[in-house]
């Protein structure tokens, strides 16, 4: 009886150990992975969903590499640079485009050069590559790239008897056009609209826009001025049309009162709701808007519009777009040919379709805007509305400029300088001339000193 006993333990913990070992195993799907890397990304729950959805398709396509998702919503880049300090950085993620400069100088993030001079990281959108000197390093390109845009609710605009906003750009709206029609849609909790007797800019019940100050440098390309020039050398802050666009925008808070100020802003609903509901008749933001836009057009029966923004004296949209860089940690470089298969993964249009065809992303290769049978395979969803190609796509070929972002070195040093005078003119406390030319640019003469040219108000 004692062998039996003996026997039936035996078999019991031989089976316990297979039991044990198998479950282990469950949590990357059973298989037995070799390389495990680490990308680390922002975002709400459906860029969480999305990216985390991206990343299991790899997983599950690549035995012996295995991807881990690292979501980071709050002090992303203080995150990045303490674990920096202690050598536990990740191997790729998102990163901030203002901040890349610093470190692709210091070593911290990955030059991918060979990549894209082999062509084996595909044929992406020229502007969408971060190089900030002729020559030089290559942190990255954007994962995808991005437009500004003007979304609406058709619905309102069909109550209300107004015509939606174009959706070429050649047919813009002016700069009056467009405050006409955001004082149409600007009404107080009387009715009243502004320039009316009685209305109260302080009991707004719609607004007719929202959202400039965030895209404010896309407004000063639209009146031909602009942070720096194309070449990296001349500052313009101080030119005259830059100047004029600063005041136009903090004017539509303050002057025309069709658009919430900093102090309103919290008072406002989440995008969605808030054309949903007709708290904000137009809204300004970039094409990365769909993703939540789009569930809202799916759950909700938004009746989403898309336009192209109002001309100055031109109409350009400023391109935009999150660059996945790869950390100089010891596992990325250790483990380069699998950090290189799931970067050149995760950056091809074709892998990342959901997230494209969900709103979140848009292309990052030229030949996904031209031809047609790629047109229709990542636009022909229940959220784009049939504008879309003209709106937006056709907008982000033809009528792009360039971010400073993508070249200018000195980006995240002269930020420093520019927000907090840029702030003064959303908050009222100074005229746009005033903070520019007496608070801005003394302050960037004096970090940079003779670095740079300096266009002067005339």
Not at 182 to 203: C, I, L, M, Q
Request: charged share 25%.
């Amino acid at each position: 009886m004692r062998f039996i006993r003996q026997f039936f333990t035996v078999i019991v913990f031989v089976l316990s150990v297979i039991f044990i070992a198998g479950c282990s195993g469950s949590e990357t799907g059973g298989k037995e992975k070799g390389v495990s890397l680490t990308m680390t990304y922002w975002g709400g729950p459906l860029e969480k969903e999305s990216v985390e959805a991206l990343i299991k398709t790899f997983n599950d396509q690549h035995d012996d590499i295995h991807v881990k998702a690292q979501q980071v919503n709050e002090g992303y880049i203080e995150k990045l640079t303490s674990q920096a300090a202690s050598n536990k950085l990740p191997d790729l993620g998102y990163f901030p485009e203002g901040s890349l400069p610093a470190w692709v100088e210091n070593g911290r993030i990955k030059d991918v050069s060979e990549l894209y001079e082999s062509g084996e990281i595909g044929n992406k959108l020229s502007y969408s590559i971060f190089q900030f000197e002729e020559g030089g390093p290559i942190g990255g390109s954007s994962v995808a790239n991005e437009t500004n845009n003007i979304y609406y609710n058709k619905q309102f605009f069909d109550e209300q008897g107004v015509d939606y906003p174009p959706t070429k750009a050649e047919d813009a709206w002016t700069w009056e056009e467009f405050i006409e029609v955001a004082r149409k849609f600007t009404v107080d909790r009387e009715g009243n609209h502004p320039g009316e007797s009685g209305f109260d800019p302080k009991n707004i019940e719609t607004y007719g826009i929202s959202n400039f100050t965030y895209f404010y440098e896309n407004f000063l390309l639209l009146n031909e001025g602009g942070i720096i020039s194309e070449d990296g050398k001349t500052i313009l802050l101080g030119s005259k049309n830059t100047i004029d666009a600063l005041q136009a925008i903090q004017d539509l808070m303050y002057v025309e009162n069709v658009m919430p100020k900093p102090s309103q802003l919290s008072t406002l609903p989440a995008t969605d709701t808030a054309l949903l509901t007709g708290r904000v008749a137009m809204n300004i933001d970039g094409q990365w808007a769909m993703q939540e836009l789009g569930k809202a057009k799916k759950e909700k029966s938004l009746d989403l519009g898309i336009g192209v923004l109002p001309k100055m004296k031109k109409a350009v949209t400023l391109t935009t777009g999150t660059p996945i860089v790869v950390f100089n940690s010891d596992n990325a470089n250790e483990n380069w040919e699998e950090t290189k298969t799931f970067l050149t993964f995760i950056m091809d249009p074709e892998n990342s379709l959901p997230l494209i065809q969900g709103g979140l992303w848009m292309p990052n290769e030229e030949s996904w805007y031209t031809d047609e049978e790629l047109i229709k395979k990542w636009t022909n969803t229940e959220i784009h509305p049939e504008e879309y190609k003209e709106a937006v796509i056709e907008w982000g070929l033809n009528h792009v400029v360039q971010n400073p972002n993508y070249y200018w070195g000195d980006r995240s040093k002269a930020s420093t300088i520019i927000n907090p005078g840029l702030d003064q003119i959303w908050n009222n406390q100074k005229p746009a001339k005033d903070a520019i030319l007496d608070d801005i640019l003394p302050k960037l003469k004096d970090e940079f000193g003779d670095k740079y040219e300096y266009v002067e108000y005339e």
